[in-house]
């Protein structure tokens, strides 16, 4: 099943494409894109719904997949949708662990979650996991991360049992630096090819470029805008981490493991499915249920157009829907892989003073789960919640979960549990398999990647590292200003004011020299800027939406606009419209104002919904290219000013 490549044949089909997306890039032409999403949606639903392969709805009895109409529907390109369950008959993986007692088998889980394609280690705060807090105040932290390194101790831990199973609690991709987002991400299925991870939750950001895109990626084929592109080197569809052979650039093999999407189906009155519901794997003859979602908030958090079609369900409903059905095939141990995660004040191992919403969603769940692998967070607990395991392995692969259950052969439920969350350090050596891949994708892109836009002359961290507490933080502050700047003229939209969302920033600028790849680490989406039309009662509007029912979102203003925020008022009357200002003087709340703001925000992304009403829009230029223009123009750029929002009580 599957294939090798040359490094030739790489380099000579994909030289084309770097050479024209340098161009593009470079030049900041419009219509230079990495997400074609946006241009095509995604999900080609028709006037009867998305395209289904025969027999394909599904509801929630759990039945089989159809390999060969999986096969069928990636050979045809369809969007499709699929039976419940996928079964592994055999899940043995090795010798080790013989000396279990008769009565047990014991079963090794390796988690992770949040990968976003890091195929090289991150870099700052990023690469790095705090081990102590002192009592200075200072952290002292290792650096982790790297897909060659996670390789390597995903080897080490397999070998230590009999029965190993490497699962993801979703973003496997999207976000994604430009070594893997450059390529659509297929570099990152390649590396989890060969990793040998067996199963995958999707996340939100599995929807970022659509269904039909994410499903390419399952089953393999050509980019439907980009064409065949392909990877270098091929997971064999084995789970066993074992690189095979014969493929080449014409032909993308995909996923050699297993989406699952209990949650989301097409929004029709089938409630099919796009990918299987749960996936059960028999060790030592025992059953296993592995259960996959995203959260139910991932069409708040994905432009539109990438869940067109789809519905998102409660997470917990969906998994005690799906129990009654594996009790009664015999399946006692029941592991949920769930996008969506809390907080915690300790150390990356501890569970102290555990919130948010997985705490809610775990309460809920039948108690004949046991196990939850959360995500979405980007957070590291190893908690008890309500009876149940839960655990979360921060992201970008700098740690990996390992959970050994004891799994009793009589009554095949669970006996015992134990989890740790280990660093994915860098004093092993790296894989040289999935050293091969990445740094086979990492020539190709460094004449892109590798080019110096500019220097900044301090570190600057972003919404998700520091921000004050009215919520702004330097980096979002810094790329608003450049979007404005942008987006000014006559041509480009003649903008006022400039918003950024605080999720599109994904790392710090860090000090010193600035390449074009440190630019779309920071903001990997690939998104345009649209500015459109608002009246002043409109932009009141906006800021009132940044404070939403379970969360707050705080938009990253531009320079020259300020306003307060009151903490103790309502959610809708937290901005008092008097301290609104631009440029020294009050918004008028009839007078229309041009505003910048990213494509995933001007449809409406995550809950600012009043920008779809926005008017006259103009658009075309690449967000990464705005910031990258704005450092060439600042060089060194500095620190922008802070105390554009102010938070009352």
């Not at 939850?372 to 190893?382: C, D």
């Not at 006996?415 to 050596?429: F, K, Q, S, Y």
């Not at 910031?627 to 060194?636: I, K, N, T």
């Amino acid at each position: 099943m599957g294939r090798t490549r040359t490094f030739a044949a790489t380099w000579m089909s994909i030289f084309p494409l770097l050479v024209g997306l340098f161009v593009c890039f470079s030049l900041g032409l419009a219509g230079c894109r990495l997400d074609p999403d946006e241009s095509n949606g995604g999900l080609d639903a028709g006037p009867d719904g998305p395209n289904r392969v025969d027999g394909g709805t599904s509801d929630l009895g759990g039945l089989v997949t159809d390999a060969a109409s999986v096969d069928d529907a990636s050979a045809a390109g369809d969007t499709s949708v699929v039976d419940d369950a996928s079964v592994v008959e055999d899940a043995s993986e090795g010798d080790a662990g013989a000396d279990d007692p008769p009565d047990v088998v014991a079963l090794q889980v390796l988690a992770f979650n949040d990968f976003h394609g890091n195929l090289e280690p991150p870099s700052g705060s990023s690469g790095e996991v705090v081990t102590a807090r002192l009592d200075d105040g200072t952290t002292e932290a290792v650096s982790a991360g790297g897909a060659e390194f996670f390789a390597r101790h995903v080897d080490r831990l397999r070998q230590e049992y009999a029965h190993t199973v490497v699962v993801s609690a979703g973003d496997l991709i999207g976000a994604s630096p430009l070594v893997s987002a450059l390529f659509h991400d297929e570099p990152t299925i390649e590396v989890m090819n060969a990793i040998g991870l067996d199963i995958s939750a999707v996340g939100n950001h599995e929807f970022d470029d659509g269904v039909a895109e994410l499903q390419r990626l399952q089953y393999g084929g050509c980019h439907p805008v980009d064409g065949c592109r392909g990877g270098v080197g091929s997971g064999s569809g084995s789970g066993s981490g074992e690189s095979g052979s014969g493929s080449t650039r014409d032909d993308f093999a995909g996923a050699a493991f297993t989406f699952l999407a209990a949650n989301v189906v097409v929004d029709d009155s089938s409630g099919a499915t796009i990918f299987p519901r749960y996936e059960v794997r028999e060790f030592d003859g025992i059953p296993v249920a592995f259960i996959g979602m995203t959260l139910e908030a991932t069409p708040s958090l994905v432009t539109p157009l990438g869940v067109a079609g789809l519905a998102f369900r409660d997470e917990a409903e969906t998994v005690n829907l799906l129990v009654p059905e594996l009790r009664s095939r015999g399946i006692e141990t029941i592991v949920v892989l769930v996008h969506e995660g809390g907080f915690q004040t300790g150390l990356y191992d501890d569970c102290e003073g555990i919130s948010g919403p997985i705490v809610d969603l775990v309460s809920k769940l039948d108690p004949a789960v046991d196990l939850v692998v959360s995500g979405h967070t980007h957070a590291a607990y190893n908690c008890e919640i309500a009876g149940k395991r839960v655990t979360i392995a921060l992201s970008f692969g700098r740690i990996v979960t390992r959970i050994v259950l004891e799994i009793d052969r009589a009554n095949h439920d669970v006996r015992a549990l134990e989890a740790t969350n280990e660093i994915v350090t860098h004093d092993v050596a790296p894989s040289e398999e999935v050293s091969d891949v990445v740094d086979a994708f990492v020539d190709l892109v460094a004449p892109l990647k590798d080019r110096v836009v500019g220097h900044a002359d301090q570190t600057m961290t972003g919404p998700r590292s520091e921000v004050t507490t009215a919520g702004e933080s330097v980096l979002g502050n810094l790329i608003a200003d450049a979007q404005l700047e942008a987006t000014r003229s006559e041509a480009t939209g003649r903008a006022q004011i400039a918003f950024m969302n605080p999720g599109g920033v994904r790392a710090n600028l860090m000090a010193g020299e600035v390449t074009y790849g440190d630019l779309f680490s920071i903001q990997p989406f690939g998104n345009t800027l649209t500015v459109v039309t608002l009246a002043g009662r409109e932009i009141h509007q906006l800021l009132e939406q940044q404070f939403q029912p379970t969360i707050t979102r705080i938009l990253q203003p531009s320079e020259g606009f300020e306003y307060r925020w009151r903490a103790s008022a309502e959610n809708g009357h937290r901005i008092d419209p008097d301290s609104i200002r631009l440029d020294g003087r009050p918004l008028d709340m009839e007078t229309d104002y041009r505003v910048t703001v990213n494509s995933f925000l001007a449809t409406g992304g995550d809950g600012f919904t009043i920008l779809k009403d926005g008017r006259d829009p103009v658009g075309g230029v690449p967000d990464v290219d705005a910031l990258a223009d704005y450092l060439a123009q600042h060089d060194p750029v500095s620190a922008p000013s802070l105390g554009r929002i102010t938070r009352d009580p």
